[in-house]
């Protein structure tokens, strides 16, 4: 199970509504949860923030984080130990649209330059429009010449209510509601329980209101909508 699925599990156990069968229909197939037999299907999704993308396709807002910090990781890396105590914090600046194909020979040059002057004091550089690299001294010796510090994704912020209406949609109706016709047969009901990773109170009295408050309205073939905190299980809204 991924993260959310692990999640997901801990609710559906305790509504005490029957036995919880992970991927019942075998490995990778529809529903991603049984609940009580064949009385409920529950297909699982994180809740994220989305950016279109100049091709009008919406991809998740971890699809950058998974392309550049890695490798960015690994470069910091290569550049070795700590040297007589000397260590910098490295913090990451960045925004979409962001390749970091077409970035790493800047940040490689740039971090090069930096290392050989023969003095070096706190600064940024600024890789692209999209992406910024300060360094600061470090008063603790990490091991290593560059140690990653803070990341700070210029994309996210906003009200979070709003942004969970904003994505709410491109998260059902786009990711999940094609699964379901072709199956639906297959069990009495079907739920979708969607983690949410953008709204980190989960406290709003909007969630009260929001499957009312779409316009167009909310199109999907579940019989239930459910959005589980993703640090409680036990914290949960219907739609």
Same mark, same amino acid.
């Given at each position: 199970m991924d993260?959310?699925?692990?999640?997901?599990?801990?609710?559906?156990?305790?509504?005490?509504?029957?036995?919880?069968?992970?991927?019942?229909?075998?490995y990778?197939?529809?529903?991603?949860?049984?609940l009580g037999g064949q009385a409920v299907g529950v297909e699982v999704r994180r809740l994220n923030q989305h950016y279109t993308q100049r091709n009008r396709e919406q991809?998740?807002?971890?699809?950058?984080?998974?392309?550049?910090?890695?490798?960015?990781?690994?470069?910091?890396?290569?550049?070795?130990?700590?040297?007589?105590?000397?260590?910098?914090?490295?913090?990451i600046d960045y925004r979409r649209p962001i390749t970091w194909k077409r970035l790493r020979n800047r940040v490689r040059t740039a971090l090069q330059t930096f290392k050989a002057q023969a003095a070096r004091t706190d600064t940024i550089l600024a890789i692209s429009e999209t992406l910024g690299i300060e360094l600061s001294r470090s008063t603790k010796d990490h091991g290593v010449y560059f140690f990653p510090w803070v990341i700070a994704d210029g994309?996210?912020?906003? /009200? @979070?209510?709003? &942004? *969970?209406?904003? =994505?709410?949609?491109?998260?059902?109706?786009?990711?999940?509601s094609k699964v379901v016709p072709p199956i639906r047969n297959k069990y /009495? @009901?079907?739920? &979708? *329980?969607?983690? =949410?990773?953008?709204?980190?109170?989960?406290?709003?009295?909007?969630?009260?209101?929001?499957g009312r408050n779409f316009d167009p309205p909310l199109a999907h073939p579940f019989d239930r909508l459910i959005i589980v905190d993703y640090r409680n299980h036990l914290n949960w809204i219907e739609l």
């Open positions: 993260a959310e699925e692990e999640i997901a599990c801990q609710f559906l156990v305790s509504q005490n509504l029957g036995g919880v069968k992970y991927e019942p229909e075998g990778k197939t529809f529903p991603d949860f049984s991809v998740g807002f971890e699809k950058a984080e998974f392309e550049i910090l890695p490798p960015l990781y690994t470069m910091l890396r290569e550049f070795g130990p700590s040297v007589d105590g000397e260590c910098w914090h490295v913090t994309n996210v912020g906003g /009200n @979070a209510a709003a &942004l *969970v209406m904003e =994505n709410l949609r491109t998260c059902i109706e786009a990711k999940k /009495n @009901a079907w739920w &979708l *329980v969607l983690v =949410n990773n953008i709204d980190k109170n989960m406290e709003s009295d909007f969630y009260q209101d929001t």
